[in-house]
Structure formats: structure tokens, C-alpha cells
């Protein structure tokens, strides 16, 4: 007999049930599994089977319900238990013969061998290797280096105002010393990245006189 899921049993069983209640077989007695019933006696039978898979439905229920509420209780126990433990350990030690009260035990010290501390050393030092870790005080050694070629404002990336006016196009401003005549120079500025040097207009003479 190919095996048949309870769900599939009680589908069929409320079915038979249903037919035998109809007296759809309009016999007095009926000859099932050694005894004979009457065809109300037989819906009793077969409901019976509908009502147990019912009955084990909702055991199952609380029994999983009942796994739910225990698995919420044994973790927060779990917590205070723990807490409790190092509570004891805290006011009077872990060697207190009130430890046995709650039948704790100390807590298990590791023992290495000395191999076992060679090797984790060695471990330790070819991993920060690897991954080129550094400590406090060789990560201050390390510091940023500015070019002395590109002292100033150059350094850091700014134009003077003469540069900037020269890339503009613009004519520099005529310095003027008092008392005597100054002729400002040409001002060739060479701009990275540009196929030659851009040159500004040269500038003509200023005269100035200061009385």
C-alpha cells in the first residue's frame, strides 16, 4: 500500500463520512475489520480517525510553541546564570568555597608549551608583515616631504598675480619707486602643459616724476 500522508487520509475519511451519515448504502450492517457496524456505527469509526489527527495537530502546535518558549527562557537564563557566576567570582574570588555552593568552578587557565608560544609569535610577526601593519610610534616616523624646488605659494599649488595675470593675457603692473623711473621687465611665464612659454605684451615706458 503506497503510503498515504494523514492530510491525504482526512481529505478521503471526511468524504466516506459524509456518505455514510447520507446512508448512501442503505444496508443494516456492514462487516469492517472483523466486526460489524451499522452504517452510522461506521461514520463514528472513521470519524474517530479524523478526530485523532486533529487531537495531534494541535500537540504539535503546543509542542512547538512550547520549544519557542523554552528556547527564550534557557537563553536569558543562560545570561543571568553567567552573570551570576562572575558576581560570586567578584566578591569573594574564585577559590571561595561559596563557588561550590552553586557548584561553579574557576575558570580553566590555558597552559602553553613554549613551542606553542614560538610558533604564535612567529605567526604574529609574519602576519603584521604581510600586511604591512605599524605600530603607534612608526606610524608618527612617517611624515609628508615638500619639495624644495616649489618653495612658497608655488609649493602649494597657488600662482603669484603676476603669473596669473600673464596667463590672462593681461599686462602687468608697472612698478614705481619714488623719486626715480622704473621700467617694468617683460614678463615670460612658461605654463606646464602648454606647447611653449606664453609671453605678455611688453610694457612701455612709465615716466613718473614725484616733486
Avoid: C
Amino acid at each position: 500500500m503506497a503510503n498515504v500522508s494523514r492530510e491525504m487520509k482526512s481529505g478521503k475519511d471526511v468524504r466516506v463520512v459524509t456518505a455514510l451519515r447520507k446512508g448512501v448504502l442503505g444496508l443494516s450492517q456492514l462487516a469492517l475489520a472483523g466486526k460489524v457496524y451499522t452504517e452510522s456505527e461506521a461514520a463514528d469509526l472513521v470519524q474517530g480517525r479524523i478526530d485523532a489527527r486533529a487531537k495531534l495537530l494541535r500537540a504539535k502546535a503546543d509542542w512547538e510553541a512550547a520549544i519557542k518558549t523554552y528556547e527564550a527562557v534557557d537563553k536569558l537564563v543562560d545570561l543571568a546564570v553567567r552573570d551570576l557566576r562572575n558576581a560570586v567570582i567578584g566578591a569573594h574570588g574564585e577559590d571561595s568555597p561559596k563557588m561550590a555552593e552553586f557548584e561553579f568552578v574557576p575558570r580553566k587557565k590555558p597552559v602553553y608549551t613554549q613551542e606553542q608560544i614560538t610558533a604564535t609569535v612567529a605567526k604574529r610577526a609574519a602576519t603584521r608583515l604581510a600586511r604591512g601593519t605599524k605600530g603607534r610610534k612608526q606610524k608618527l616616523a612617517i611624515t609628508g616631504v615638500v619639495s624644495a624646488a616649489a618653495p612658497g605659494a608655488e609649493a602649494m599649488g597657488v600662482a603669484s598675480p603676476a603669473v596669473l595675470l600673464a596667463v590672462a593675457g593681461a599686462p602687468a603692473p608697472a612698478a614705481h619707486t619714488a623719486g626715480s623711473q622704473t621700467t617694468a621687465s617683460t614678463q615670460s611665464v612658461t605654463v606646464e602643459g602648454n606647447a611653449g612659454p606664453l609671453v605678455s605684451p611688453p610694457q612701455g615706458e612709465s615716466g613718473s616724476s614725484s616733486g
